[in-house]
């Protein structure tokens, strides 16, 4: 398993069959030590552990599985594909997850060899040991506070938080009208992930999820065969696996279904003001 | 909302149409208050799919997990295991067909030119019934024998399962015990109601009942709206030959 047997068209074409093919060409994915290697290496150099790794492979696999059900995968490779969803996974982990960025935060702390850096570049425009000291630490607290505000990319982290503590000696030699820092056109205040967004997109997951469970079991079976893999059964199926006359009584029924569930959700409009954008 | 308006959403959810339609179906929402809730009931239902998959993803993640730490990893290549396996099983049904039915071996071949073992629904349709799914399981690898053995067992069965394990007996040639299932399938008001009396007339086909096949070929022609009507147009339009003929 350690080598690459599919090619990618290949598992891409058995994710949207559908059915056991699906399942199984998920499965191999798991599996896969190369494409979770490059996740783990992903999700390590941004500051994570192989745990967190591990959390986000299963992530990027469920994204994957999405968007090739739904006929949108448009990447130039799936090792592309992980490492790029791989850091965005990462990073709206960051956005709410206080363990992980505690984790981040105690990487960066105890690296020796960046402190040194970042020290290096203080002494060598007008600070002290001291100043490097406490720019580093008040860059700690601000990585922290990026973190959860969704402006990490998701690249390397030891970078981002130079470039954090670039910023604040180069703001602090302006504050004090010193020879300023040039201004090396890196800018770590850009917002990559709204965190209101993400916000919302938790909420309403977990709204969603509560509001199908309360529709019947034919609902949710129906609503299941129609839009789980994009196009993988006409209605006439639909209406053999869910044991109608015809086609035309599934049709009604999928419409009745998608109309109930719209309505669920909007008896929670006053709750969650997003609720009226949808 | 009529269906074309629905095929148009459908497309443009897919990425199916060209720039210009995507350009006018936008238009047309943003004008069209019908047409705008439809269009956020297909993605909040493709939401709420996603969802549950999510879910029984991460179930599976952690079956995988666990038997991962004992077991050899998986590969695809089971898939295409089985299907050499159907083939063999088809093959050998052919032969066995031959061998053991009176009925002139024209109609038997017809009848397994004709005949497709339906798909399994899958089991993962949250119906929960231990028995049906691993009676599933043993369809979709072709041990019918198996799967019957395990689907017998089911009190009550629904006609989705009764429907199956016809199939099943039909794949393993007690065709008799297929026709019986199959015949109370067609009597009954299910949606497997129509799908069982094409099976039912192949399996009159292969056993030889003329007059059973006669009457039942004539009722779906009768029926132009019946799903299997064209089908059984082509069947009847084929060389059937009867043993009866014969004589």
Redesign the interface.
């Known amino acids: 398993?350690n080598r690459q047997?599919?090619s990618d068209q290949q598992l891409i074409s058995?994710i949207v069959k559908g059915?056991?093919?699906r399942?199984?060409?998920?499965?191999?994915l798991?599996?896969h030590d190369s494409f979770q290697a490059i996740v783990t290496d992903t999700v390590v150099n941004a500051g994570g552990n192989k745990d967190y790794g591990k959390t986000v492979f299963?992530d990027c696999?469920?994204q994957l599985?999405?968007i090739v059900?739904?006929?949108?995968y448009t990447f130039p490779s799936l090792e592309q594909f992980f490492e790029q969803v791989a850091k965005q996974s990462w990073c709206r982990m960051l956005l709410t997850d206080t363990t992980a960025r505690d984790h981040v935060i105690s990487f960066l702390s105890v690296d020796k060899e960046l402190k040194g850096k970042i020290k290096s570049t203080i002494v060598r425009n007008s600070g002290s040991e001291d100043d490097a000291n406490d720019i580093f630490q008040n860059g700690l607290l601000l990585i922290n506070d990026h973190l959860k505000e969704g402006k990490f990319r998701g690249g390397a982290v030891k970078g981002f938080f130079y470039q954090v503590c670039y910023n604040l000696w180069r703001n602090e030699l302006k504050k004090h009208k010193m020879q300023p820092l040039p201004d090396d056109g890196m800018d770590v205040s850009v917002t990559f992930i709204d965190p209101q967004i993400e916000l919302e997109r938790k909420e309403?997951?977990i709204l969603?999820?509560q509001?199908?469970q309360q529709l019947g079991?034919s609902c949710?079976?129906i609503?299941?065969l129609?839009?789980?893999v994009?196009?993988q059964y006409t209605m006439?199926e639909i209406?053999?696996?869910?044991?109608?006359?015809?086609a035309q009584i599934a049709?009604n029924t999928l419409?009745k279904?998608?109309?109930k569930?719209?309505k669920l959700?909007q008896e929670h409009k006053s709750e969650f003001s997003w609720i009226s954008r949808? | 909302?009529d269906?074309q308006s629905?095929n148009i959403i459908e497309a443009y959810?897919?990425?199916s149409l060209d720039e210009e339609a995507s350009k006018k179906f936008e238009a047309d929402m943003a004008e069209d208050e019908e047409l705008a809730?439809?269009y956020?009931?297909?993605?909040?239902?493709?939401?709420?799919?996603?969802?549950?998959?999510?879910?029984e993803?991460?179930e599976?993640?952690d079956l995988?997990e666990k038997d991962?730490q004992n077991t050899p990893?998986?590969?695809?290549w089971?898939?295409y295991l089985k299907i050499a396996a159907a083939v063999a099983l088809l093959v050998s049904f052919y032969f066995l067909f031959f061998n053991k039915n009176n009925s002139p071996e024209l109609n038997t071949t017809l009848a397994i030119e004709y005949y497709i073992t339906p798909?399994?629904?899958?089991n993962?349709?949250?119906r929960g019934d231990a028995l049906w799914s691993d009676g599933l399981i043993n369809y979709?690898n072709g041990t019918y024998s198996e799967a019957i053995q395990v689907w017998e067992e089911i009190e009550n069965p629904?006609?989705?399962m009764q429907y199956f394990l016809a199939h099943a007996y039909f794949n393993i040639k007690e065709l008799m015990k297929a026709s019986e299932i199959f015949k109370d399938l067609s009597n009954g008001n299910?949606?497997?109601?129509?799908?069982a009396e094409w099976y039912l007339l192949l399996t009159y086909l292969a056993t030889g009942e003329k007059d059973n096949f006669d009457q039942l070929a004539t009722v779906i022609l009768d029926n132009q709206?019946h799903?299997y009507h064209q089908d059984v147009v082509d069947l009847t339009n084929s060389n059937i030959k009867w043993e009866s003929d014969a004589k």
């Open positions: 398993m047997r599919y058995s059915g056991e093919e399942n199984q060409t998920i499965e191999y798991f599996h299963k696999i469920i599985d999405k059900r739904r006929k949108k309403r997951a969603l999820d509001v199908f079991e949710q079976k609503l299941r129609k839009f789980l994009i196009d006439e209406a053999v696996k869910m044991g109608f006359k015809n049709s419409s279904c998608r109309k569930l719209w959700l949808v | 909302m269906q629905i959810i897919n990425g809730e439809v956020h009931e297909h993605m909040l239902a493709m939401d709420a799919v996603d969802l549950q998959e999510e879910k993803l991460h599976k993640f995988w991962g990893h998986r590969t695809l089971p898939t798909e399994s629904p899958g993962t349709m949250g979709e629904s006609p989705e299910s949606a497997y109601s129509f799908p709206d799903p």
